[in-house]
């Protein structure tokens, strides 16, 4: 069974910057898609990026298209990422997950504690 955590969270001020990292133990995920999601306080969960298995085809969010980046490192079965210009509406648990590249929803609900991220204006 694969296990998820994730990391990087933190305290921010809007315009400032954080990398998330999910790290993958148990069995490898460097065959499939994964995606990061965040839910903020009393909202429902919501895509934020995917990446395919060879880190070629990446999606994001329109929220944070040109802000953040997604990336991986297969061989340390990790994905990262990359959060610049934050703003007070990014505040939100994130969490990743295996994610169909085509429909951006998780296609294995397996989900690690998440990381908290708050940016303060």
């Known amino acids: 069974q694969v296990q998820l955590v994730e990391s990087g969270g933190g305290l921010v001020q809007a315009g400032g910057s954080l990398r998330l990292s999910c790290a993958a133990s148990?069995?490898?995920?460097?065959?499939?898609?994964m995606g990061w999601f965040r839910q903020a306080p009393g909202k429902e969960r919501e895509f934020v990026a995917a990446i395919s298995w060879s880190g070629s085809t990446t999606k994001y969010a329109d929220s944070v298209k040109g802000r953040f980046t997604i990336s991986r490192a297969n061989a340390k079965n990790t994905v990262y990422l990359e959060m610049n210009s934050l703003k007070p509406e990014d505040t939100a648990v994130y969490h990743c997950a295996r994610t169909s590249i085509v429909t951006m929803t998780p296609d294995l609900e397996v989900w690690g504690q998440g990381t908290l991220v708050t940016v303060s204006s």
């Open positions: 148990g069995r490898t995920l460097s065959v499939y898609a």
